[in-house]
Each structure stands twice: as structure tokens, then as C-alpha cells.
């Protein structure tokens, strides 16, 4: 394999995803992270990452701090002590992108990992599937953004690790999330929620009724919840400008009125699908969302938040995203227990998620195709150097 990654990393990777189970292909997952990154280059968020890197060579990390253009893309120490550990280096932008990359993969490859000791068993086809679904509701390329996704699964990393060995130290160790991205704290305040509701489901029942109702009549909550002095204090001072607030309305607004049906129905069908399921399951087995009641509580609690703020789509978009992916979590440890092992025999539930893996990949490739379409960058290797691309306001060199 190390051969094949000299002539081919996409191969590599390839002949890596028939070996997942073993420890070895997730050392060449995150090496074809890096060619990727390397090749593909800064774009988008990571574009700004970029430019602010440059600013941290030939300075001090507590200069770093101080600095006004730094801490505006964020305060928190994740991304100013990467930026500087790389700056003692000088690396070029390939490298930083490179690096970018392979870092957010190792965290999600850690994520994935907490489920190791059930998926070395022999599981079902229809929970392999879910694994894959597991993999891909989040798309690949969110590395550009460096700060939230990375954050997103350093809480799922603990989260899951407390769900599954049910020692509270993982459930304190999952904020720190925090030092990633700040809005971590909507996820980690939730399952301190869900701690101190105790598994009433009557209580997150009601309170998903009421979030659905809030979001239905338009009443935008996330706004009325900023004026609070103390969630104020997770927000950057620019989130909390005017013309922030309005540019975020007006691309809500946008993306309401003129949506890409595709792109923007994928989660919610994904979600859909899994109540769906959840009320199969529950026809046959009333005590079903009493396993790993906490993990199930944890999505009707994230459903009811990310109703709360869909005014604001951003918030809206990245917290629907990350409660479908604790929803697929729940359901692959479901599955595994033996009073839920009869759905396995449904063979249009595999083709449906079979439909969702692969309409995932594909708007992924899709949603970038100007900056992957080059096909030296999927069938190259490092002899050859994929012209460096950036993506803004249309495609140039």
C-alpha cells in the first residue's frame, strides 16, 4: 500500500477502504487526506485561514493573541496555535491546506473508531450501511472551514465515547469542543440538558413540540436569544454587528425562496427516514428508544435547537447536520440489539440507505466540482502539481 500511495494515492485509499477494519488503513485514509489537501490547495474559509497565517511568521504566539485580524476568525486556540506551530515552519500554502486536511480527518477517523468494538464484529448489511451513512452525512470537504466541523467531531469523539462506556469523564472531556469552535456550547449545554432531564421523554417530546411550533409561525428565537448578554459571550464581536445579522437574513431569506431542492432535502429526508425507522422499530419493540436512551434523547433535544434557530441558516443548516449525524449513530447501535435484528430482512430500507450514501457523495462532488474537476488531482500523485485553484465569487486561477 505504501508503494501504491507513491504511484497512486487514490488507489491507495481505495484498497484502504476493503481493509477499514484494520488499524493500518487508517494511517493511508489520512495520507490520501494530505494529497488531497496538498493538491487541491486553500479555498473558501480556509482561503482566509491562509492569508491569516501569513501574518503569524516571524511572531510570537502571544502577539498572535492580541491580534484584532486574528481573533476575528476566530478566539478560539485550535486554529491560532496550529497557524503558529506551522509558521515556525513557513510552510507553503499546499502544505498548510495538506496539513488542514489530514487533521480533520484523523479527527474523524477517532470519531468513527469509537465504534470500533462493535463493527469488528460480524454486523448486518444493513448496519454497514448505516456506517457508510455514519461517514458521509457530513461532506468532505468542511475541512475548508477548519474551526466548526473539526469541533463537531472532537464532541462526538467524548459524546460517544461516554454514550457507549458511560463514564461521565467523556461527557466533561466532550467540551472540549469549545476550544475548537465556540458554538460547540449549543451541543454540549444540550446533553448537560439531557443529563439533568434524566430520560424524560415527555418533557424533550414537549419541547420539540414547541420548537416546531416556533419555527412554523416565524418567530425568530435565535435573535431574541442574542440580545441575552450571556450567549452574547459565545458569539464573535462581528456575529453580533448589523450588517452581519442583515447579510445572514438576506441568504436565509435567498435560500428559502429559491432552494436547492437536492442539496437542501438530502438531511432533512435523512432525518425523516430515521423516524421513520424509529416508529418501525417501535411497532414491534414499545422499549426501543430506551436503548442508549440518552444518545436518543441527545437528537430530539438537537432537532428542537436547530429548530430554534432556523431563522439563522447557517446555524440552522450545521446543527440539523450534526443531530442527523447522532441520529444514524443511535440507530447503528440499535440495530445491533438482537430484538431489532428482524429489519435487516427489509430490503427496500438498504436501498434506501444505499440511496442516501450515494446521493451524499455525490452532491459532496458536486457542490465543488469547480475545484475538483481537474483529473490529475484524483489520478495524479506528488510528481505532478495540480494547479492551485480558488474559488471565490466564480472560479479563477
Given at each position: ?15 484502504a ?73 513557513d ?19 477517532t ?24 461517514v ?27 454514550i457507549?462506556t ?5 461527557l ?66 462581528n ?32 432525518l ?36 430554534f434557530?432556523v ?87
Amino acid at each position: 500500500m505504501a508503494l501504491l500511495y507513491v504511484v497512486s494515492p487514490l488507489m491507495c485509499f481505495i484498497v484502504a477502504l476493503f481493509y477499514y477494519k484494520k488499524t493500518v488503513s487508517q494511517f493511508f485514509f489520512v495520507a490520501f487526506a494530505f494529497y488531497f489537501g496538498f493538491q487541491l490547495g486553500a479555498n473558501l474559509d480556509l482561503m482566509l485561514h491562509w492569508d491569516t497565517y501569513q501574518l503569524f511568521l516571524g511572531h510570537s504566539l502571544g502577539e498572535m493573541y492580541t491580534n484584532p485580524t486574528v481573533l476575528y476568525q476566530g478566539q478560539e486556540p485550535y486554529h491560532i496555535l496550529l497557524k503558529w506551530i506551522l509558521s515556525r515552519f513557513d510552510v507553503s500554502q499546499r502544505v498548510f491546506s495538506g496539513t488542514a486536511c489530514s487533521l480533520y480527518t484523523i479527527f474523524v477517523l477517532t470519531f468513527i473508531r469509537q465504534y470500533k468494538s462493535f463493527y469488528l464484529e460480524h454486523i448486518s448489511s444493513l448496519n454497514v450501511l448505516v456506517l457508510a451513512n455514519i461517514v458521509v452525512i457530513v461532506e468532505f470537504y468542511w475541512y475548508f472551514g477548519i474551526r466548526f466541523w473539526t469541533a463537531a467531531f472532537v464532541f462526538m469523539i467524548f459524546y460517544s465515547r461516554y454514550i457507549i462506556t458511560g463514564k461521565k469523564k467523556f461527557l466533561v472531556l466532550s467540551a472540549t469542543a469549545m476550544l475548537f469552535h465556540v458554538a460547540m456550547a449549543t451541543p454540549v449545554c444540550v446533553a448537560v440538558g439531557v443529563e439533568l432531564i434524566r430520560d424524560n421523554r415527555i418533557v424533550e417530546y414537549v419541547l420539540l413540540a414547541i420548537s416546531f411550533v416556533i419555527r412554523f409561525v416565524g418567530f425568530q428565537f435565535d435573535r431574541f436569544m442574542q440580545k441575552n448578554p450571556l450567549v452574547q459571550a459565545f458569539y464573535k464581536d462581528n456575529y453580533q454587528k448589523d450588517f452581519y445579522i442583515e447579510a445572514i437574513n438576506k441568504v436565509t431569506e435567498e435560500k428559502y425562496s429559491n432552494p436547492n431542492l437536492v442539496y437542501t432535502s438530502r438531511i432533512p429526508l435523512m432525518l425523516t427516514f430515521f423516524f421513520f425507522l424509529v416508529t418501525f422499530l417501535w411497532t414491534r419493540n414499545k422499549h426501543v428508544t430506551k436503548i442508549y436512551p440518552k444518545l436518543f434523547g441527545m437528537v430530539l433535544m438537537m432537532l428542537a435547537v436547530s429548530n430554534f434557530g432556523v431563522s439563522d441558516l447557517v446555524f440552522y443548516e450545521r446543527f440539523l447536520k450534526l443531530t442527523t449525524l447522532i441520529a444514524y449513530c443511535w440507530l447503528f447501535l440499535a440495530l445491533l440489539d438482537p430484538s431489532n435484528v428482524w429489519l435487516s430482512n427489509h430490503f427496500i430500507i438498504k436501498v434506501i440507505l444505499l440511496y442516501f450514501v450515494s446521493i451524499s457523495i455525490l452532491i459532496a462532488l458536486v457542490q465543488q466540482r469547480m475545484i475538483i474537476m481537474d483529473m490529475a488531482l484524483w489520478f495524479g500523485n506528488f510528481f505532478y502539481l495540480v494547479p492551485l485553484h480558488e474559488l471565490e465569487n466564480g472560479f479563477k486561477n
